[in-house]
């Protein structure tokens, strides 16, 4: 992943197919996923879909997986996070979709406002207009919200006997090549904001 550390539209491009496979797996998630080779077209999609479920819905017989950052974080309260991520999104006019209703702290609310961000980013250097402010957001976001809860999350998930196990480093390591950009130290394992 290295040779995208200067590239802002494709660390957004990397944060919107990890997106894609932290979203529930329906028909139309499993096509895309599988048309970009994102998943093993070997894999039915009925399988994904199950482990999806068991994993993140219904905690095959231990207790789900979050994909919330405010279940990953109670000590912060979920209250206060989703304020804070609301006042993000809204300071940048950035939208949830009102289709999907998700909440802001979804991990995949989360990975689309970082790409968002970076095609900001990309934008604004393209145009030759002033980055830094989305570099900054995008810096802040990382330590305040991702990059605060992904290690333990991804800790765990790595420890699951699920196809999304595999995806933890990928996820990780792009979280790290993001920070790099951005002019931050990368976490240490396990170490948490």
């Known amino acids: 992943m290295n040779t995208l550390i200067d590239n802002p539209e494709a660390i957004a491009s990397g944060y919107l197919a990890m997106a894609q496979m932290f979203s529930y797996p329906d028909a139309d998630a499993w096509r895309r996923l599988t048309e970009h080779g994102l998943v093993d077209p070997a894999l039915s999609r009925e399988t994904l879909e199950a482990e999806y479920l068991a994993l993140f819905e219904m905690g095959g017989g231990s207790s789900a997986m979050s994909l919330y950052e405010g279940q990953n974080r109670p000590?912060?309260?979920?209250?206060?996070?989703?304020?804070?991520?609301?006042?993000?999104?809204?300071?940048?006019?950035?939208?949830?979709?009102?289709?999907?209703?998700?909440?802001?702290?979804?991990?995949?609310?989360?990975?689309?406002?970082?790409?968002?961000?970076?095609?900001?980013e990309h934008a604004a250097l393209r145009d030759g207009r002033d980055a830094e402010p989305f570099r900054n957001a995008a810096r802040d976001f990382l330590v305040r919200h991702l990059g605060a809860w992904l290690p333990d999350f991804r800790r765990r998930l790595e420890a699951t006997q699920t196809t999304y196990a595999q995806y933890g480093p990928t996820l990780g390591e792009l979280v790290e090549t993001h920070r790099s950009r951005l002019g931050e130290q990368p976490q240490k394992p396990g170490e948490m904001q």
């Open 75 to 120: 000590e912060r309260g979920r209250d206060g996070i989703l304020q804070e991520l609301l006042r993000y999104y809204e300071y940048f006019d950035a939208h949830l979709n009102q289709e999907e209703r998700e909440y802001p702290d979804h991990l995949v609310t989360e990975l689309e406002f970082l790409a968002w961000l970076c095609l900001q």
